[in-house]
């Protein structure tokens, strides 16, 4: 037993305690057409995957009045490097230099810091 070390555990850090609603939970995310094959020899989840985020972009669409949403397939920290990559192509002023928050989730930093790192963008890790 002595020979155990005990480490920072980062389980389920980045996600927050969330109140979803029934109808969503049942409709949404508990409905096993998102995630049963359509045909027999498609054995995966990804079809039901797609339609489950087009039907939440098309939601958020209507909500927000927009004619456009966004829904990604990447994980948090991927996602959070393309938004960064894009920020800095739709910058008018053509910075290369980026914030991110401290107490964001360790990978999303450092995934975030590589990213930068390849397109030559200067990142400054600040205090929440």
């Known amino acids: 037993m ?13 996600y927050y305690d ?8 049942r409709n949404l995310l508990e409905n096993p057409a998102w995630y049963t094959p359509y045909t027999p020899y498609q054995a995966e989840i990804s079809q039901g995957r797609l339609e ?12 927000t009045g927009t004619g456009f949403a966004n829904a990604s397939l990447l994980d948090e920290a991927t996602a959070a490097a393309e938004a960064m ?18 107490d964001v989730h360790p990978h999303t930093i450092e995934v975030v ?9 200067k990142m400054e890790v600040l205090s929440a």
């Open 18 to 25: 969330t109140l979803t609603p029934s109808v969503i939970l």
């Open 85 to 102: 990559t894009m920020c800095i192509n739709l910058s008018k002023k053509n910075q290369k230099k980026f914030y991110i928050a401290d």
């Open 52 to 63: 489950m985020l087009l039907n939440f972009q098309t939601m958020v669409g209507d909500l």
């Open 2 to 14: 002595d020979k155990n070390k005990i480490f920072k555990s980062f389980i389920g850090a980045g």
């Open 113 to 121: 810091l590589s990213r930068a790192e390849h397109y030559d963008i």
